[in-house]
């Protein structure tokens, strides 16, 4: 299983960005995805999920109202779309995959993990 994410770079307070995940090796629509960030020093974080077949979704608190977790199983590809960003936000976005028949908002419940991409927010 790979799961490649892009999308990430430096954009200014208030900007907005489009993360995609490609994944490969798996039957991809029988999984529920999930976007997890880490920033330096704190604690890998959950974002946003989306459930196998696109039809049910869940933010972290601190993101609802400016970003949105979709899916297009025909291409393999989950997205985030963040807007309204912020300087907190800055962190290494990772796209994830589980093994479940339900949204999974912890690191530990995540079976399969890409490599990240890096999201700067300037102020």
């Known amino acids: 299983v790979q799961l490649q994410a892009s999308g990430g770079g430096l954009v200014q307070a208030g900007g907005s960005l489009r993360l995609s995940c490609a994944a490969s090796?798996?039957?991809?629509?029988?999984?529920?995805m999930s976007w997890f960030r880490q920033a330096p020093g704190k604690e890998r974080e959950f974002v946003a999920g989306?459930?196998?077949?696109?039809?049910?979704?869940y933010y972290a608190d601190f993101v609802k109202g400016r970003v949105t977790i979709s899916r297009d199983n025909a291409k393999n590809t989950v997205y985030l779309q963040m807007n309204s960003l912020k300087p907190e936000d800055t962190a290494v976005y990772y796209c994830?995959?589980?093994?479940?028949?339900?949204?999974?908002?912890?690191?530990?419940?995540?079976?399969?993990w890409g490599k990240g991409t890096l999201v700067t927010v300037s102020s």
């Open positions: 994830a995959a589980a093994k479940s028949y339900t949204i999974i908002d912890v690191v530990g419940g995540m079976h399969y």
């Open positions: 090796g798996l039957t991809f629509s029988n999984y529920p």
């Open positions: 989306i459930s196998g077949s696109g039809g049910n979704t």
